[in-house]
């Protein structure tokens, strides 16, 4: 039995799912998927600037790397993308088109203001680079920019680096919340390696945990 524990927006989190959250699991799409959607919808909510973020969760990052232009144009429409000033994508290094799966998880951020991606990746080696630069040359044409420019790709060399094989999603979460709120405050906070400890992750682990716990409970006793 993998019964549905949550079901958020365009979500759907099952037992399996949410046990992921416990060390030493790696994350899946489903909950990446969650996360990205709960910071999109929630997260911020009523924060200044929270209308300029996006955040683009693993199914629309894999679908832009893969599918033809036209394509792309049609899923990222209604994101309204030329209004954003920041958009966060979840990527993997998964090659197929037509299956989920993969091993590594990564950061790739959109700043309009420097016209740049950056790129943040927990593993030594960047082992993620190829598949996110390639995300970037096709989502660039959906940014409502002068496409006569090319924007830059930057390695952010100095991104925190996990000490284990496992929790490269949950840096990827730490990551994008961080920068976020960084955003919305119109500043820049500590240095990432400062905030984002082996110690810090494993806390957002049971933080993540926690809030579905609590939005299932709340889940059901409306439903109820």
């Given at each position: 039995?993998?019964?549905?524990?949550?079901?958020?927006?365009?979500?759907?989190?099952?037992?399996?799912?949410v046990?992921?959250?416990?060390?030493?699991?790696?994350?899946?799409?489903?909950?990446?998927?969650?996360?990205?959607?709960?910071?999109?919808?929630?997260?911020?909510?009523?924060m200044?600037?929270?209308?300029?973020?996006?955040?683009?969760?693993?199914?629309?990052?894999?679908?832009?790397?893969?599918?033809?232009?036209?394509?792309?144009?049609v899923?990222?429409?209604?994101?309204?993308?030329?209004q954003?000033?920041?958009?966060?994508?979840?990527?993997?290094?998964?090659?197929?088109?037509?299956?989920?799966?993969?091993?590594?998880?990564?950061?790739?951020?959109?700043?309009?203001?420097?016209?740049?991606?950056?790129?943040?990746?927990?593993?030594?080696?960047?082992?993620?680079?190829?598949?996110?630069?390639?995300?970037?040359?096709?989502?660039?044409?959906?940014l409502?920019?002068?496409?006569?420019?090319?924007?830059?790709?930057?390695?952010?060399?100095?991104?925190?680096q996990?000490?284990?094989?496992?929790?490269?999603?949950?840096?990827?979460?730490?990551?994008?919340?961080?920068?976020?709120?960084?955003?919305?405050?119109?500043?820049?906070?500590?240095?990432?390696?400062?905030?984002?400890?082996?110690?810090?992750?494993?806390?957002?682990?049971?933080?993540?945990?926690?809030?579905?716990?609590?939005?299932?409970?709340?889940?059901?006793?409306?439903?109820?």
């Amino acid at each position: 039995m993998n019964p549905v524990v949550l079901s958020y927006n365009n979500c759907l989190l099952r037992r399996a799912d949410v046990a992921l959250l416990e060390p030493p699991n790696w994350f899946n799409d489903q909950v990446m998927a969650f996360a990205f959607e709960y910071m999109e919808l929630e997260e911020f909510l009523g924060m200044p600037n929270a209308e300029k973020l996006c955040f683009i969760g693993p199914e629309v990052s894999h679908f832009i790397k893969f599918s033809p232009d036209e394509e792309i144009g049609v899923v990222l429409g209604p994101l309204d993308l030329p209004q954003k000033d920041f958009v966060f994508l979840a990527i993997n290094d998964h090659a197929s088109p037509n299956t989920s799966g993969g091993t590594h998880w990564s950061l790739l951020l959109y700043d309009r203001s420097t016209d740049t991606f950056l790129h943040y990746d927990s593993s030594q080696g960047s082992c993620n680079s190829t598949q996110a630069l390639h995300t970037a040359r096709r989502l660039k044409l959906f940014l409502g920019r002068d496409e006569s420019l090319n924007p830059i790709f930057s390695e952010k060399l100095e991104t925190p680096q996990q000490e284990n094989a496992y929790d490269c999603g949950m840096y990827v979460l730490c990551h994008a919340r961080i920068l976020a709120k960084e955003f919305m405050l119109g500043r820049m906070g500590p240095a990432l390696n400062e905030i984002i400890t082996p110690t810090y992750v494993t806390q957002q682990r049971r933080e993540w945990r926690q809030l579905i716990d609590k939005l299932a409970k709340q889940s059901h006793i409306a439903s109820g």
